[in-house]
């Protein structure tokens, strides 16, 4: 008797980007040649209770950036590439990790979380981030050309009686940072001041990963309750503490604290090359974790899917 084993391969990771990256017309090309897109994205329609494609596709682009409404898209990108993914026989990787929405992602792929389920969790958070801050009260803002540490003054300085604090670690020299838009802004010019290259407010209107979210992660818990997990079949590095809980209670925990916590994203790639991982796969529209990644591991490859050319290039590494 012959028995066939799906083991996961060494040196090959999974990751998964969150808002951000979304476009009209994203998967296009990937849907025309894969049915797993359509079937993905039905379903998820089917969870919200409106065409979730049609949105992706015709737009208008204000509903696809509505935080309720772009929090389930991206999480339906990531899934149905790794749908395609798996249908074309692409191997299983040997960890997973996403970066801050790309979380939920990760754990659906890794087979903890109901896809269904996480559908109508992360469009729920994306309400309760939504309503944590009145509009054009929070902002956020990229910092480019500073360590983290003067990033981290420039935001002590600028908070006075507010909240600023930095919150995307994404890259060697490249930091977010979130709050009321006026400390916000006096975090801008202040990193100005000790010479950052760049340091511009962002075009969002949540300032997510820092305390002004402490309200909607108490409303995310809460939900979270009745959404269940189980052990994931591939290791997820989370974003808040760069670890792989595998109990549902400290997934869980995990996911709240994200919601008011820093992204460690940089600790999360390094910590997948030491654990053996040379090539990351990038499942979902975009490329910008590719860009962060060769930022801070210069020898570590991210191939990017999200259309058949990229899928057949990064199937080829391991054919």
């Known amino acids: 008797m012959t028995i066939t084993t799906d083991l996961p391969r060494p040196g090959l990771g999974f990751v998964f980007p969150g808002q951000g990256s979304q476009s009209i017309g994203m998967l296009r090309e990937l849907s025309l040649a894969f049915p797993q897109v359509a079937e993905t994205y039905a379903e998820a329609s089917a969870a919200l209770g409106y065409d979730l494609w049609r949105v992706v596709q015709d737009g208008p682009e204000t509903d696809l950036n509505r935080t309720e409404c772009t929090q389930p898209a991206m999480l339906a990108a990531g899934v149905a590439v790794w749908r395609v993914w798996r249908a074309q026989g692409g191997p299983l990787p040997t960890v997973m990790a996403g970066h801050s929405l790309g979380e939920y992602t990760a754990l659906v792929c890794a087979e903890a979380l109901d896809f269904r389920a996480a559908v109508t969790l992360v469009a729920n958070r994306g309400r309760y981030m939504q309503e944590a801050v009145p509009e054009g009260e929070g902002a956020m803002a990229a910092i480019l050309g500073l360590e983290d540490a003067e990033?981290?003054?420039?935001?002590?300085?600028?908070?006075?009686?507010?909240?600023?604090?930095?919150?995307?670690?994404?890259?060697?020299?490249?930091?977010?940072?979130?709050?009321?838009r006026a400390a916000v802004v006096r975090a801008v010019e202040a990193a100005k001041g000790l010479g950052a290259k760049r340091a511009v407010v962002l075009p969002v209107s949540v300032p997510s990963h820092c305390a002004l979210m402490v309200g909607a992660a108490q409303r995310l818990r809460v939900r979270l309750e009745t959404v269940p997990l189980t052990l994931p079949r591939v290791p997820?590095?989370?974003n808040v503490d760069v670890a792989d809980p595998t109990e549902p209670a400290a997934i869980r925990d995990a996911l709240v604290r994200q919601l008011h916590c820093p992204v460690r994203w940089v600790e999360c790639v390094r910590t997948m090359v030491g654990r053996g991982i040379l090539t990351l796969v990038e499942a979902g529209p975009g490329k910008v974790l590719a860009g962060l990644n060769k930022r801070i591991e210069k020898g570590l490859e991210t191939r990017p899917v999200f259309d058949p050319s990229g899928l057949r290039q990064a199937l080829d590494l391991f054919a």
């Open 151 to 180: 990033v981290i003054t420039a935001c002590a300085s600028a908070a006075e009686s507010e909240v600023v604090t930095a919150v995307n670690f994404n890259a060697p020299g490249q930091v977010v940072v979130a709050g009321n």
């Open 236 to 238: 997820v590095i989370n």
